[in-house]
């Protein structure tokens, strides 16, 4: 269409997506984000935001010298469940506002097809760098040199995308799979950056590097870049939540109402399984959220031992819960043999299926191979949950007697029943 903004693929860097998540929930304190308390004692330091780091705070550093550094210093330990919850969410929040093609597998990275208008927006609502070019990689580099709440454009064409090139630094090189330990041997030799490499041949190139690393390199330099997404799977979050007339303060109140939410989550799950539990509780003084994660297969009785100790992670009950919300998060199919050695392929294609279309696939059941009839020996029911489905290749009753027949037959039955009941 004449005059329309053509879509780019844009990258948003948020990452460490830990550092990140904390940073979004506390603005405007300096953060740090701890490791888990080692068999030595004390947790310390993984991640730093600037205000931290400005005030002396180091990544390795002990939480108590932390604080002593820093007294304003708001540390914790991010665990991993709810790191990945958010990261669900917001994923299914790019689909829903900005793209039907988004990409996120790597926590803290997200690429996705966007106009240069739309992801000045985004830039600007998440705050957050973002690269927008013509292929994945290329968009990956330019993000790292935007800065935060920016967006770092590469125009299509192989002159502007050299010309960025040329200036792409030595560390940048990650993108492409170049290791910390083979970029410093490249800085050792004088290497600084993209434009020194490319003076190399292709055989210098793979002999240093090794014949996989140097091969991805090669391709790189020669145009073969990543230049679609694909289409992403909207439903993979499942929320419910409840409104209170008055607050909830107690554990029997909260039971009550995960009783009347989970049944519906379950029976939107489909035969899926859920990676995570997600309880977020909205108070007068905010909204507080923990995370679980969920082991397979799920039940009624399990669901609601795992929604309680995560409504205890909250700490909401004290202060009253005006609104209560359970989320399912990570859904997947379960696994499923379809054949003794089945390839990657077969099952790829089965699961992409089941995505998209949940009731297409149906399996057979048997009953009884060596009955008489074809009704009496198999059955047709849903691939995910194993109900029954008719289908229009469901076997039907080859005879159905008439009336007179039936009665026949019926009384046939009582004389037998009662001769048989005779001493």
Not at 306 to 314: H, K, M, Q, S, Y
Request: glycine share 8%.
């Amino acid at each position: 269409m004449a005059g329309r903004t053509p879509s780019l693929i844009a990258c948003v860097l948020l990452s460490p997506w830990p550092l990140e998540l904390l940073q979004r929930r506390h603005p405007g304190v300096p953060v740090a984000v701890l490791s888990e308390e080692g068999s030595g004692g004390g947790r310390r330091v993984l991640h730093v935001s600037p205000g931290a780091r400005d005030a002396g705070v180091k990544v390795g550093m002990r939480d108590t010298a932390a604080l002593s550094r820093c007294p304003e210093l708001h540390a914790e330990t991010m665990n991993a469940p709810l790191a990945a919850a958010a990261w669900n969410e917001l994923l299914e929040q790019m689909y829903v506002r900005y793209s039907d093609r988004v990409e996120g597998r790597t926590p803290g990275l997200i690429f996705l097809k966007l106009s240069l208008g739309a992801a000045r927006d985004l830039a600007a609502a998440l705050q957050a760098p973002v690269g927008l070019a013509g292929s994945l990689e290329v968009a990956h580099l330019a993000a790292l040199r935007a800065k935060a709440g920016e967006v770092r454009e590469v125009h299509p064409g192989e002159q502007a995308e050299q010309a960025f090139l040329n200036l792409v630094p030595l560390e940048h090189l990650q993108v492409l799979g170049l290791s910390p330990a083979q970029a410093e041997r490249l800085r050792f030799l004088g290497v600084t950056g993209l434009a020194d490499l490319c003076k190399w041949s292709a055989a210098q190139r793979e002999a240093f590097l090794g014949v996989d690393m140097g091969t991805q390199v090669n391709r790189f330099l020669k145009g073969h870049r990543t230049e679609q997404l694909p289409r992403y799977v909207p439903g993979q979050i499942l929320e419910a939540s409840l409104d209170t007339d008055a607050p909830l303060l107690n554990s029997l109140e909260a039971d009550a109402a995960f009783q009347e939410l989970l049944p519906g989550l379950m029976t939107g799950l489909r035969g899926r399984t859920a990676a995570y539990l997600t309880v977020r509780c909205d108070t007068l003084g905010g909204s507080l959220t923990a995370t679980r994660k969920l082991k397979w297969p799920l039940d009624s009785g399990g669901l609601m031992r795992v929604a309680g100790l995560a409504l205890e992670d909250t700490g909401a009950l004290a202060i009253g819960i005006d609104r209560l919300s359970v989320q399912f998060s990570g859904l997947q199919q379960p696994s499923r043999m379809v054949g003794l050695w089945a390839g990657l392929a077969d099952l790829d294609v089965t699961r992409n299926v089941l995505d998209r279309f949940p009731d297409a696939l149906v399996r057979v059941r048997w009953l009884d191979p060596w009955a008489y009839t074809t009704n009496a020996m198999y059955e047709w029911v849903d691939w995910q949950t194993g109900e029954v489905r008719p289908t229009p290749m469901t076997p039907q009753m080859t005879w159905t007697p008439t009336r007179a027949q039936a009665r026949e037959k019926a009384v046939d039955r009582i004389l037998a029943f009662f001769e048989g009941a005779q001493p």
